[in-house]
């Protein structure tokens, strides 16, 4: 049995270059940065009633993160971190955040409408 020349390194040309072509491609960018958004989220619904300041710091340093790096922030982000300022009474920063999020996802403009009515008192406030 013999295998000629070419036909050994078609077997073993085509496996490289087929590497070689999927090593070229690059991975699109993620549409948003998550960092560990989710993980505050899911925790503050597990552990509600605490830990505020600590889920505040970390969604605080993700802001910072994405900011360097250029990346948006994900839905609802802005007003995760508003909920938190009003838990621990940081007012300004409230009304900041819920606009902020407003502004970037125009879609949830009535939502936060209403969520800044009722938090600066001109709706009703629990």
Known sequence: MTI?????LRAVAAPGILLLATACVQQPRPLYYWGGYQEQVYDYFKNAGGGFEKQIIALEADTEKARATGA???????????LLYAQVGKENQVIQQLETEKTLYPESAK???????????????K
């Not at 000629?4 to 050994?8: L, V």
């Open 72 to 82: 948006q922030l994900p839905p609802g982000f802005h007003a995760h971190l508003g």
């Open 4 to 8: 000629s020349i070419k036909t050994a």
């Open 111 to 125: 939502y936060m409408d209403f969520l800044i009515a009722r938090y600066s008192g001109s709706g009703e406030k």
